[in-house]
């Protein structure tokens, strides 16, 4: 398991996620900036805004992807 935070996703908050895999950081990332939109925490809009934009045109944020896969890898094993 490895952690990667909010703030290093892209976000503006430490909320840390963990995950077997840059996959499921990233996936958490998503789900974490739907609920805090969802909830009014509008520092939170613009990652939010961000994020779907990576979903819909997926060959267009694949340096970002490959960015966060290559942080997950570097970083340490919790």
Known sequence: ?????????GGPCDLAHRGESADDVIHAQDQHLKEAVKAGDDAHQAARKEMKLRWLHPKQSLG????????FAALPED
Not at 1 to 9: D, E, G, N, P
Not at 64 to 71: E, G, Q
């Open 1 to 9: 398991m490895k952690t990667m935070t909010c703030q290093q996703l």
């Open 64 to 71: 970002w992807y490959n960015d966060m896969k290559s942080a």
